[in-house]
């Protein structure tokens, strides 16, 4: 089992930026992490992704350009920077771990490509 933690949501106006980090328990099962989001009434939305040893990088068109994934290997530690915040990136924002190897970095957009999930945490951005 693989432990996923985030932390770095909360209350921010439009225009600003957050740091999102999400933390494993371990990382030599794990080959990508990604993040999500999921605004009420609405279906759970790819975000970014990357690998943990090469550091391939895959982003939603959508948020190319305003976000950026990264790591910290000696930490376990996936980050999302998210800047020009709007309203509505408003959401609860999950990390999540992929055990499967494929080499195409866009394959793991899909949901059911992970094994283990965060908590989530919550981004409220003010208009």
């Known amino acids: 089992q693989v432990q996923l933690v985030e932390s770095g949501g909360g209350l921010v106006q439009a225009g600003g930026s957050l740091r999102l980090s999400c933390t494993a328990s371990?990382?030599?099962?794990?080959?990508?992490v990604g993040w999500f989001r999921q605004a009420p009434g609405k279906e759970r939305e790819f975000v970014a992704v990357?690998?943990?040893?090469?550091?391939?990088?895959y982003y939603a068109d959508s948020l190319k350009g305003r976000v950026t994934i990264s790591t910290d290997n000696a930490e376990n530690t996936v980050y999302l920077q998210m800047n020009s915040l709007k309203p509505e990136d408003t959401a609860v924002y999950y990390c999540?771990?992929?055990?499967?190897?494929?080499?195409?970095?866009?394959?793991?957009?899909?949901?059911?490509?992970?094994?283990?999930w965060g908590q989530g945490t919550q981004v409220t951005v003010s208009s």
């Open positions: 990357i690998s943990w040893s090469i550091g391939s990088t």
């Open positions: 999540a771990a992929s055990r499967a190897y494929v080499h195409s970095i866009t394959w793991y957009r899909d949901t059911g490509k992970y094994d283990y």
């Open positions: 371990r990382t030599s099962s794990t080959y990508a």
